[in-house]
Nanobody, 122 residues
Framework: QVQLVESGGGLVQAGGSLRLSCAAS????????MAWFRQAPGKEREFVAT????????YYADDVKGRFTISRDNAKVTVYLRMNNLKPADTAIYYC???????????????WGQGTQVTVSS
C-alpha cells in the first residue's frame, strides 16, 4: 500500500503560481512512477503530468507544457507540481497518483491521494 497526501492548493489570480506537494508513505516510493491528474466540475479526470521513478523522464499534457513542472525528491518521498502562469481553465481538484508504469491513463494508477483544490480567478 502507498498512501498519498496532497497539499498546496488554494485560490490564485490568473497569471499567478502555485506549488503542489504530494507526500507519500507506505511501500517503496522510489519504485513508482508518479503523476498528477485533475478534475474540473462536470468533467472527467484528466492527465496533467507524470515522472519516472528516477525523475529522469517527464511527460506533460499539451495544455500545461511550458507552464507546469513535475519533480520528485525520493529522499523526502514527495512529488511536486510547480504551476506557473495559471489560467482560469486550470481550476480543478488536483490529484497525485502512483503507478508501476509511466503512463497517462488513470486506469494504470493504483494509488491516489484525496486531492487538493486549485482555483484560478480571472
Amino acid at each position: 500500500q502507498v498512501q498519498l497526501v496532497e497539499s498546496g492548493g488554494g485560490l490564485v489570480q490568473a497569471g499567478g503560481s502555485l506549488r503542489l506537494s504530494c507526500a507519500a508513505s507506505g511501500r517503496t516510493f522510489e519504485s513508482y512512477a508518479m503523476a498528477w491528474f485533475r478534475q474540473a466540475p462536470g468533467k472527467e479526470r484528466e492527465f496533467v503530468a507524470t515522472i519516472s521513478w528516477s525523475g529522469g523522464s517527464t511527460y506533460y499534457a499539451d495544455d500545461v507544457k511550458g507552464r507546469f513542472t513535475i519533480s520528485r525528491d525520493n529522499a523526502k518521498v514527495t512529488v511536486y507540481l510547480r504551476m506557473n502562469n495559471l489560467k482560469p481553465a486550470d481550476t480543478a481538484i488536483y490529484y497525485c497518483a502512483a503507478s508501476s508504469r509511466i503512463v497517462s491513463s488513470p486506469d494504470w494508477y493504483d494509488y491516489w491521494g484525496q486531492g487538493t483544490q486549485v482555483t484560478v480567478s480571472s
